[in-house]
């Protein structure tokens, strides 16, 4: 597959760019292996994943901060309530099933480190839309993420070609942003037009929940000039049909993050 233009081409013709949502969620369990494999199958370049940490420092991707309702952990942990990301080490991370609540087909697929999940997306050339998941509970998180980013050639190129990296936590998107300036970065949220120019000094992405939006607010948003001084970007979150897409699309989002970009796609 060839990869598409970075997520800044000024080429915005093509609509919005499609982001496979914690990877194809909505056809593999979320933040898997399997999840990525599901989006290339579907021929969806970006995959968004959530990256947290282990008790002994490795970094894994899990949504919850705790392991509970993704894996067997309450199982095989009975003792471990109440089932932290931050309370279990890496090898006993590495043994649960974060498959088979979504199907016994899926039974064993591993909670993978970012690593791993480098790795793959590596070997299928397909890009990467990173949060930093609850940064509060991880200090520190932000470089040992770009030290593994950079050990795995993550940043190298041309910023945005194959990276963004994003968070709910601002103090969390301005630190990544100050450690490694070139890297493209998204704060995940709604702010108000006022205080946009103020996330602008370390962002290159508002990323709101779609039901927030109206054209207005998308256009009020790529007026300010981001971090790397070019209008700022809007992704929404997370939209599983094809008409709401296209309603989306029509406010001139740049991105939509998806559980089915099969769907999307169609819409758009
Ligand atoms: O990428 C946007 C989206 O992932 C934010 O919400 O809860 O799915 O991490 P959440
Ligand atoms: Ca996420």
Redesign the pocket.
Known sequence: KAPTAGVLASDRDRGPLI?A??GASGHAPENTLAAVEAADELDTEWV?T?VQRSADGELVLM?DTTLSRTTNVEELFPDRAPWNVSDFTAAEIATLDAGSWFGAEFADEPVPTLGDYLDLLGENRQSL?L?I?APELYPGIEAEILDELGDEGWLRGRPGDRLVV?S?NADSVRTVHELSPRVITGF?GTPSLADVPDYAEFADQI?PRYGDLTAEYVAGIQDVRGAHGRPLQV?A??INDGATAARIAALGVDGI?TNFPERVREGL
């Open positions: 982001v949502h914690r968004e959530d949504h839309l949060e998941k994003q709910f995940l990323n992704y979150w997370t993050i």
